[in-house]
Antibody, heavy 122, light 108 residues
Framework: QVQLVQSGAEVRKPGSSVKVSCKAS????????ISWVRQTPGQGLEWMGG????????DYGQMFQGRVTITADESTSTAYIELRSLTSDDTAVYYC???????????????WGQGTMVTVSA | EVVLTQSPGTLSLSPGERATLSCRAS???????LAWYQQKPGQAPRLLIY???SRATGVPDRFSGSDSGTDFTLTISRLEPEDFAVYYC?????????FGQGTKVEIK
């Protein structure tokens, strides 16, 4: 049974950065894409980007390009997302999610992490 | 960008009734790139349907999906108590990948 366990809630000030982790267990980490999706009351669900760990290159949603970095560490089966230049609009629940297919970054997410609340406040 | 518009916003039904949820795309999209998720309060979304009509592992057969170009439908044939939740459609062709705003299925 594949599980994704995310790091805990974060509070950050505007202009700072945050890094959230997502540790996989019980399955094959390296060949399934890990995506990051955030959820806000105002904007709903937004795909931020994803990575197939075995390939190592991330792809990002246009509105996050330049402000986000997604990485994966095969040795620890952990994916990370770092978001910079935070504003109050980045206050959201951030989810990692595993792609259903292997070796492809596609938007069918069959396993999700529990979510990490990130609050941006002065 | 493909905009997905879900309707209705809220569906009030009783257990045992049939639920029909709509997801309309702003342009013609491939059904193979359309998925449906269920989300309950305080939980992450759960994959129900992908490629417009394929059920994910473990999803009961009362859930079904269909498509016709720009209109996609999720049907729950007979609502069970655990089906009352918010449902999202998602398209992942082109960039950015987008989600609909959700349909809440509530107990009448």
């Amino acid at each position: 049974q594949v599980q994704l366990v995310q790091s805990g809630a974060e509070v950050r000030k505007p202009g700072s950065s945050v890094k959230v982790s997502c540790k996989a267990s019980g399955g094959t980490f390296r060949t399934h894409a890990i995506s990051w999706v955030r959820q806000t009351p105002g904007q709903g669900l937004e795909w931020m980007g994803g990575i197939v760990p075995v390939f190592g290159t991330a792809d990002y949603g246009q509105m996050f390009q330049g402000r986000v970095t997604i990485t994966a560490d095969e040795s620890t089966s952990t994916a990370y997302i770092e978001l910079r230049s935070l504003t109050s609009d980045d206050t959201a629940v951030y989810y990692c999610a595993r792609g259903l297919e292997q070796y492809r970054l596609r938007g069918v997410f069959d396993v999700w992490g529990q979510g990490t609340m990130v609050t941006v406040s002065a | 960008e493909v905009v997905l518009t879900q309707s209705p916003g809220t569906l009030s039904l009783s257990p045992g009734e049939r639920a029909t949820l709509s997801c309309r795309a702003s342009q013609s999209v491939s059904g193979s790139l359309l998925a449906w998720y269920q989300q309950k309060p305080g939980q992450a979304p759960r994959l129900l349907i992908y490629a417009a009509s394929s059920r994910a592992t473990g999803v009961p057969d009362r859930f079904s999906g269909s498509d016709s170009g720009t209109d996609f439908t999720l049907t729950i044939s007979r609502l069970e108590p655990e089906d009352f939740a918010v449902y999202y459609c998602q398209h992942f062709g082109g960039s950015p990948w987008t989600f609909g705003q959700g349909t809440k299925v509530e107990i009448k």
